[in-house]
Structure formats: structure tokens, C-alpha cells
């Protein structure tokens, strides 16, 4: 059973362009969350989602942030015109629907904004 | 505000040492759960404690929880050099769903070899 993937791993863009970072959740698996790690920091929360639904997304930033998850496919977190401050790690992770209480992490896209 | 946070923020041990991680949290919890992070990687779920239960083992982790105190300790016996990692407490909302979790700052450990 393979585990969350993410891709791509390593994203470089220079300011003013788009960033598209893509999770697969594990098999089975109905719900998916994006974090944000900046250097030396925790995880913060950004946004949950379940198939073609978005349930929290509190943590996403007003502007310049989407997220989806549609019936088919990879979820995808979408960084539109993106600038120095969104250079980050960004880490998604899925839960299954009869557990939710454990989140399973992939390895995480390391963006760099130029 | 911090829900979690833990201390020390570093913390430097020899090679079969034991290793005592602290959280600290401000808000009623579900439960708390430790997850380990290598450097350049994602996070791996070490162990998940409920708010009914004090303690709990898994291998060579002992986790604590002190409800009153709002704090949990993680220990590591007989340290290896492959557990030097980031080691972060983590707590879910206490309604509604398990949907997001809130992380500490970390604790960064390193294990002499």
C-alpha cells in the first residue's frame, strides 16, 4: 500500500508565477489536509478537504490560495502569483474515513520562490 | 496562539541514553499525538495518546499525559543515532471532526554516536 504522494518534490518559480503542488492520499483513504512548515517551525494547518468537498480552510491565506480535491485525481493546492513569504515546505496528509484521528504525512514539496 | 509547545528545543544525547521530550498545551484535548521528523522529510506518527489514559508504551517510546498539568512527555530509551529527528506534539480540535491538527515548534534531537 503506498503511502501519501507528493509531487513534485522540489518547486522553484520565480515571483508573480503560479505553483501547483499535487497529493495522492493513500489507497482507501477519503480525506486530505495541506500544512505549511516554515524553516524552523511546526506545521501550520491550511485547508481539509474530502472528495469535491472543502470542510476547513481556515488556515489558507485570503488571497492567492486554492485548494481542491475533485472525485478524480490528486488533490491540489494552487499558489497563484506567488511571492518570496511562500517559500515553505508544504506537506499534505490523509486520513481514512473511519479513522480520522491519525494523519498519514507524505514527504512534503519544498517550494522556492526566487 | 501555540497550542503545543515543547521543550527543550534542542536537545543533545550519547548513544544509549534516554531521551525526555516535554509539551506543553493550553486548550482541553481529545487526545495528543508525537510525530517524528527527519531532516528534508515528511512526518511519521509515532504514538497517539487519549485524554482517559496516563500512559501508554509503544517499543521503545513511553508517552505521559498529565490532563491537569495540560502536558505530555515523550521518552526515548536506550537512544539510537537514527532517532535523531524533530521530534512534534500535535493536538486536533476537541469538536467536531479530527480536522486539523495543531503542531509545537518541535524539539530538535541529536544522538551521538
Known amino acids: 500500500n503506498a503511502g501519501v504522494m507528493q509531487n513534485p518534490r522540489h518547486l522553484v518559480r520565480r515571483r508573480g508565477q503560479e505553483a501547483r503542488l499535487r497529493c495522492s492520499p493513500m489507497?482507501?483513504?477519503?480525506?486530505v489536509y495541506w500544512y505549511r512548515q516554515l524553516p524552523e517551525e511546526g506545521l501550520k494547518f491550511m485547508v481539509y478537504?474530502?472528495?469535491?468537498?472543502?470542510?476547513?480552510e481556515s488556515g489558507m491565506p485570503k488571497e492567492r490560495f486554492s485548494a481542491e480535491f475533485p472525485k478524480e485525481g490528486p488533490s491540489i493546492l494552487r499558489i497563484q502569483q506567488v511571492v518570496r513569504g511562500d517559500s515553505a515546505a508544504y506537506f499534505c496528509?490523509?486520513?481514512?474515513?473511519?479513522?480520522?484521528?491519525?494523519?498519514?504525512f507524505g514527504p512534503g514539496t519544498r517550494l522556492l520562490v526566487l | 496562539s501555540q497550542q503545543g509547545e515543547e521543550d527543550p528545543q534542542a536537545l543533545s544525547i550519547q548513544e544509549g541514553e534516554n531521551a525526555t521530550m516535554n509539551c506543553s498545551y493550553k486548550t482541553s484535548i481529545n487526545n495528543l499525538q508525537w510525530y517524528r521528523q527527519n531532516s528534508g522529510r515528511g512526518l511519521v506518527h509515532l504514538i497517539l495518546?487519549?485524554?482517559?489514559?496516563r500512559e501508554k508504551h509503544s517499543g521503545r517510546l513511553r508517552v505521559t499525559l498529565d490532563t491537569s498539568k495540560k502536558s505530555s512527555s515523550l521518552l526515548i530509551t536506550a537512544s539510537r543515532a537514527a532517532d535523531t529527528a524533530s521530534y512534534f506534539c500535535a493536538t486536533p480540535p476537541i469538536t467536531g471532526a479530527n480536522s486539523k491538527l495543531t503542531f509545537g515548534k518541535g524539539i530538535t534531537l541529536s544522538v551521538r554516536p
Open positions: 478537504l474530502q472528495k469535491e468537498n472543502i470542510i476547513d
Open positions: 495518546i487519549r485524554s482517559n489514559e
Open positions: 496528509a490523509s486520513s481514512p474515513l473511519n479513522k480520522q484521528e491519525t494523519q498519514y
Open positions: 489507497k482507501g483513504h477519503s480525506h
